[in-house]
């Protein structure tokens, strides 16, 4: 027997039959659970003579393939001609919807009508569409008769139609599979630690668990991550690969990586997945066919596009899924959403996994524990889960719409008046600018519910209005909002905000632990790694780790005699920066001078690194000095970044925590030196405050937290720049007599402790 396929009803008959447009026009978060209450609402009303919600399977023969097909139908009629019941909700008036409204909808009728003759010897057999209005309630209903040989004919169809990706399908996971057997380590030797880490993440997987590891810069995380994956791919102990990146830039690394791979001889599937805004073709996002040629047939072109680029790639990047968009006439991001689904490999930003409001529904609803899941950069995952996990709303939003719909819908318009009132009482409780409470605001829930149930059914009714996109927009903010109200937990605080006018209600989470790993405890095996997870008690505390977690911590695998670092005493405080901008600016000129290179100098503030780069270019104006620009393009990074490729010495300005002080690879003579200006400290803030606070209350070191933890981690991410293989050497000057304590010294590694102080 030849190749064996195991398929859904409902993946078969949409694979071949699924045709039209993509259409972004509002559908109200309520249909799915409306669709749940007609269903149900029609099964209830019927006689004893109806079973509702029946499984179906088939195992059926055609030419060299095996194909297992399984479904549920809604209902089956047992009358003289036994009728399979298909029942759809819509919000459309039934008066336009005709017999052959939707091709699938009767191909999914016709397979489990096959499935039932079949298995019960029925010559013929009917199938019934029953349309339900879910405004009205009122039903429709079409009726057709087949013979058994009619449904095989069609079966026979769909299956000719689907073997051919099926096919496909197969010879790709079978050159995955034999190609991962063979795959050996791309590099002549380990690293010192790769193997070890390598081992460890293999480990994890095998054993179905969660690893925090620490692997310094220069160990190759991203090969020693992704090789052991690949393998444990290959045995099948995970399905699928998720890459997860919190930047652009580690994204390219994930794919150089897998197709240094590719080159020893894999043969895999990746796609990596580019933000809508980023990727789309045209000048606005907008999704529909009268305004996108791309979104226009999307569903006609679809499978051809998809078995033209498999048949050709392995890695869709975004310059590949762009090609073969252009080429098919397909929207380039939905394009890599359902490939996202086909290929072993998903490469993408951690919001697509983590944030409630945005996550893949496509993935989501595939089996996640058979997920191995790698965090890169997992250092960054903290805050990014604390913005993903929060939510807020602003007066003046909801004021602003109020006056619009005064005379358009009264409705909406009383149920924003009772949301702004709410607003404005918030502004009168407290005389402070900012205050907290420990406790869900009261009764904003029942207010948004009551606007978010009003603007559904408006926005469904009024597409054209000029008001549209507005309400649109805050439709979507309170739907965010109550989703997030719904994980508030002692973890989370309510604060409020007001400037003049102006009031900001926030729902913040303090504690993002619990979420996470809630969220990672349903994969197969998640791998937290970074650089800089120190000190690791703090990460695997805020990262959602539990006791039976793995951890790995390795050791720099370089020789800590490439690298000369020296300490300065000058004081980088915020009180004391008037009087110290000379003697920074000295410093640096000094070490300069002393040293050959270029040197990359990174700074805690833009405000900070642009006064101290006024006084430097008067003294220095001569040489090629570069600035970090706090809005630059992709096109200004590269250039940025091909500067230190030149062979005039460049001295480069940029900021801690920013797109130069992590991720950026510049070896060898590219980079020589990195002077790094303060001890990173997060600008103190009332969100950073209300951090320390809490875990202070929870006995912690709450100041640590907040502030000296994520300093301290873009300090070791961008001295991390400098030394990237076995032959780089440079210097690296911290600049400011905290360095000196005890409690950054025993922050900062190994291979920073042979330092002079200067």
Known sequence: MGNFIKISVRGLVEYVLRRGSIDSTFVGTSVLLDGVRAHQKIQSEQGDNYESEVSLKMDISYKDSFFKIEGRCDGIIKEDVIIIDEIKSTRRDLEYIQEDHNEVYWGQGKVYAYMYAKENNIENIKVQLTYMNINTQEEKRFIKEFTIDELEEFIYYLLEEYKIYADLRMDMEEKRENTIKDLEFPFPSYRKGQRELAVSIYKTIRNEKRI??????????TISTLFPAIKALGENKIEKIIYLTAKTITKKVAEETLNILLSKGLICKSVTITAKEKICFMDEVNCNKEHCPYADGYYNKLNRAIIDIFENENMMDRETIEKYSEKHGVCPFEFSLDLSLLCPIVICDYNYFFDPRASLKRLNEENKNSYGVLIDEAHNLVDRSREMFSASLNKSEFLNLKRKFKNKDKDIHRHLNKINSYMIDLRKERDEKSFTKKEKPKDINRFLNGFISKAEKWLMDNKGDEDYKEALDLYFNCNSFVRILKLYDERYITYVEKNKSEVTLKLFCLDPSHLLREITKNNRATIFFSATLSPMKYYREVLGSDEEDYNVMLPSPFNRDNIKVYINRVSTRYKDRENTYEK??????????????????????????????????????????????????EEEREEFLEEFSKDERVIGFAVLGGIFSEGIDLRGEKLEGVIIVGVGLPQVCFERNIIKEYYDENNKWGYDYSYVYPGMNKVLQAGGRLIRTERDKGFLLLMDDRFLTSKYQNMIPYEWKNFKIV
């Open 212 to 221: 925090f590891a620490k692997a310094p810069t220069g160990t190759g995380k």
């Open 584 to 633: 920074i600016v000295n410093t640096i000129s000094d070490t300069i001078n002393n040293e050959t290179g270029n040197t990359l100098i990174f700074f805690p503030s833009y405000s900070y690194m642009y006064r101290i780069y006024e006084i430097f270019i008067e003294k220095h104006g001569h040489m090629n000095i570069i600035v970090q620009d706090n809005h630059m393009s």
